[in-house]
């Protein structure tokens, strides 16, 4: 029998990946990385307001660099045994396209617009709109947001949605449909050519759109008229179906077979987020949590349906059949910053380096510019080291982690972050620890919340950067936590979720969990937590959650 | 008439100054400073407890030194016209002596026993023995705190005594008396040899020791001893009367007239605080606010008796009739950390600056030595240069000044600091901008206090290095109080201070408003208030006052 292969596609934030897997053994054969070309020159972005828009070139142009290049990594004739491609994609990330399903920004009048861009998950401008629709669903009959922790978000499709169209006439006028980034990639390479007829996601809608079988799909037309008039008419041109991320959406297409390097008959599985896709790959179970931990956290787990019954837990991101396993509710919390929280940290000690020793005349450029470059890098590995000394009774400084808002539990995008307990020996790697300790209690407050709710916990899986590259930090979580973590050894692990998808949808394994026992990487290490450590922490966690902080409405 | 000369001898944290003065005039003819040798190469002191002490043969030295090279460098004749002495030192600064007033580690079995020497008035190692203080007076028939804000201090001088009566059985049994360090200076130098004769002095005594007229003198002898057992017998071993600063102790001896090269026609005046001396110096009046402003501040007013009639001014470090200037109450308040808070945060940057550049290989020793201490001492002049820039708009960062607790209003040492509003964008200049805002807001607290006590406040003086070197603490702090500022032009307000007493002790002029008008030296600069700012400042100073912060008992 030959080989088969499939190709696992992660869209992250600044950077696409595709990797090409043994759909029967899950072995990594070859992979590639490519950044957005736009977004890396800081395109179509305002950090200040918070605005951050992609272009659907950049997305197109990776997906054939990395393809091609991954390819040209593999023995001869793996190509042609590809049977599948499935997509993970950031989100809620959605675009306003035309009728025929393309995004605006690829006709020549939009090209500039970052209106007419994918709107990306971590924009905040649509704060307002989040707060709006908050309201609205507070009093309406049939509470919308029910399945998505009761908080909506201004990170999320609807209250974007409604920012651009008030926002801009131009893409008012124009815009027929919308679509989430993980629809539109399978979309394209399948060759749909009408909006209606692209393949959605229950991860995606399901989490972000408001979609539910329970109110027959999305909110009602007179909910969204009630919410701004703009919004008439724009559901009936949307979508009443969506699917799990395992079937299949189409073949690829001969243009894009050429385009890739594959044959037509590449099956293409349908799209969802990267933390949904990536728990699979790191071996998300009932009763255990996946945590993607990067600049923020995505926390996921799956329950079976007769432990979620007709339970709704208040303030996580959603619970949707199917959004990540197919025949169990996927769950979805999150940390709105998380590594970003110490390179926050590293930014403010880079000052010095670079405003001082970066124009300090002692030295010539060169030298100038290679000890600069030392230094920050050094700076995280320096205050880790320090950091780690220091006794666990020493710690007495309380931050929270809430420098980007909170995304759970009980969404606060207004809040800010509050470092307390400071004396005047409070050292750079004492308030280090302290911000290591608060995203780990804001990990725990998740957690718990869980726990409150009656899903059950009995395995953390930690993936992502920081998982593989702070033994401290992930100590300091376990510690906290007063729970064990498996780090997962797949360093894609997203990508090989995708990978499994694919496969899935192809045929090579007839469900999502058979293709995890055969495609599964399994822990490259696991943290145990120390007891003493943990009983000091809860009682440092009791003043972490007692700990309030102003809003920016309240500061400004 | 030949002119006439008078020492001003001002003994700070570190170092003590000598400065030679006209005393008609207020010519400053030469100065003189020396660091104390034993404190400077950290002997006897424990940071990490808060354990400061001070070995009185560091006061002996620095004496001669600064004396006799001052003199050294005035114009042949001066020595010979010299004619009044007087001295400010730090305080509450007690140390306990023998029956004949010699500091107990002037022995040789005390010569290097930390709890026989001056407990310097920053130790806080008498925290617990404050909290009984205040417990017992709050119960007792007499509030013995009234004149002292209310709540007693760890800084203070039954506090210390207890403490180290307690932890110290040698020095208990050996201990006779207790005397401040502003009352030693004087005492030496005319002779005293008996602890009884020792010259107290109203300011340290009325701020520091709950002496009062009121209920003549120290606390009972019951109230001390329901305090501590320990206690009995102390009180009257101590003192009934205390002196304003004005008053003469005496002439020089003739060893320490030799031992200075004076004469024995030299008068000594009585002691006091340096602030107090330092507001005296630097031109306090009734309905003025002198603060001195450095690591920390000391806040002093003249009130008249007219003024304050029986009132008592809560949370303020006391309330002492002739403390300041003879016939007036002096006020006395002052926050914990000034200028401390940005040396803190100054450290915190200096992390990686230190353990990176420091260490690095790329650089030789030499070049790595300079740039890191040029490094270091640029950080505070570029962070108030970008500080500068940030509009007012956006000061959405809040933090509180009590990184080394709370001195007033309402002491209270086991708060902390706190940084609230942090986002991922709070650059290093952003942070130090709201710590130079909380130190301002610290100090309107303080302002706002005696306000609310009807103590009318129409002119702010400010002394003191960061008065001097900083005009963005000074635009700010006016900007906050919304009041105008003046800047003393001398340098050395406290010393000068001295001078104006030991002027009037010596009869040059008759009492110390005269002096101050003959001697004054006027100011360097005035800072305005930005009317728009102040009302910016009013609205985020609200937010500052509704900041908690944990206390080191709750955090620990």
């Not at 696992?8 to 990946?17: H, K, Q, T």
């Not at 977004?39 to 972005?45: P, Q, S």
């Not at 978000?153 to 409604?162: C, G, H, Q, T, V």
């Not at 919410?227 to 894009?256: C, H, I, M, Q, S």
Request: aromatic share 8%.
């Amino acid at each position: 029998m030959a080989n088969k292969y499939v190709i696992g596609l992660d869209y992250g934030s600044d950077s696409a990946r595709a990797v090409i897997v043994n759909a029967l053994t899950g072995e990594e054969i070859a992979t590639s990385v490519k950044y957005y070309p736009r977004w890396k020159a800081g395109k179509y972005c305002n950090p200040s307001k918070n605005q951050y828009r992609q272009h659907p070139l950049d997305y197109i142009e990776v997906l054939e660099a990395t393809v091609k290049e991954s390819l040209a990594k593999c023995p001869a004739g793996t190509a042609e045994n590809v049977v599948g491609i499935a997509f993970d994609t950031t989100g809620s990330t959605p675009v306003f396209t035309d009728k025929a399903g393309v995004p605006l920004s690829l006709h020549p009048e939009f090209a500039e617009n970052p209106n007419a861009m994918f709107v990306l998950w971590k924009d905040h401008t649509a704060i307002n709109e989040a707060a709006e629709i908050n309201e609205l669903c507070a009093k309406w009959d049939i509470d919308y947001s029910a399945y998505e922790g009761g908080i909506y978000s201004s990170e999320w499709f609807w209250a974007k949605a409604l920012h651009v169209l008030r926002e801009d006439e131009a893409v008012r006028n124009a815009a027929y449909s919308i679509v989430e980034h993980c629809e539109w990639m399978p979309a394209i390479l399948t060759g749909v050519s009408k909006s209606s007829d692209i393949v959605r996601s229950r991860c995606a809608c399901g989490h972000k759109a408001m979609w539910s079988e329970v109110w027959g799909g999305l909110p009602s037309e007179e909910f969204l008229v009630a919410l701004d008039p703009v919004l008439a008419g724009l559901r009936e041109r949307l979508f009443t179906d969506t699917y799990t991320a395992d079937k299949v959406v189409g073949n690829l297409t001969e243009e894009w077979a050429s385009r890739l390097g594959l044959t037509t008959n590449v099956v293409v599985a349908g799209g969802a987020f990267d933390c949904h896709m990536g728990a699979v790959g790191a071996g998300v179970t009932p009763k255990t949590i996946v945590r993607v931990i990067g600049t923020s956290t995505c926390d996921i787990m799956v329950s079976s349906y007769e432990e979620m019954g007709d339970k709704l837990v208040n303030g996580i991101c959603g619970q949707v059949d199917g959004s990540v396993i197919p025949g169990y509710v996927g769950l979805e919390a999150g940390q709105s910053a998380f590594g970003d929280i110490y390179a926050w940290f590293k930014r403010v000690l880079e000052f010095p380096i670079r405003q001082i020793i970066g124009t300090t005349s002692l030295l010539d450029e060169a030298t100038k510019e290679k000890l600069v470059e030392e230094a920050c890098d050094k700076i995280i590995p320096a205050l880790t080291k320090e950091a780690e000394l220091i006794p666990l009774s020493e710690s007495t400084l309380i931050a929270t982690d809430w420098m980007n808002g909170r995304r759970t539990p009980d969404a606060n995008q207004m809040l800010k972050g509050t470092i307390t307990g400071l004396t005047l020996g409070s050292s750079a790697p004492r308030i280090f620890r302290a911000l290591v300790e608060a995203t780990a209690f804001g990990s725990k407050a998740i957690v718990d919340r869980f726990i409150e709710n009656d899903i059950e916990i009995n395995q953390v899986i930690a993936i992502g950067g920081i998982s593989l590259k702070s033994p401290f930090v992930m100590q300091t979580l376990s510690n906290v936590l007063g729970m064990p973590i498996k780090v997962a050894k797949s360093e894609q692990a997203c990508a090989l979720g995708a990978s499994m998808f694919a496969a899935v949808a192809a045929g090579v394994h007839t469900k999502v969990e058979d293709a995890q026992k055969a495609m599964g990487k399994g822990f490259a290490s696991e943290y145990y937590p120390d007891e003493e450590a943990h009983k000091i922490y809860l009682s440092l966690y009791e003043k972490y959650t007692k700990l309030g902080g102003f809003t920016e409405k309240e500061l400004l």
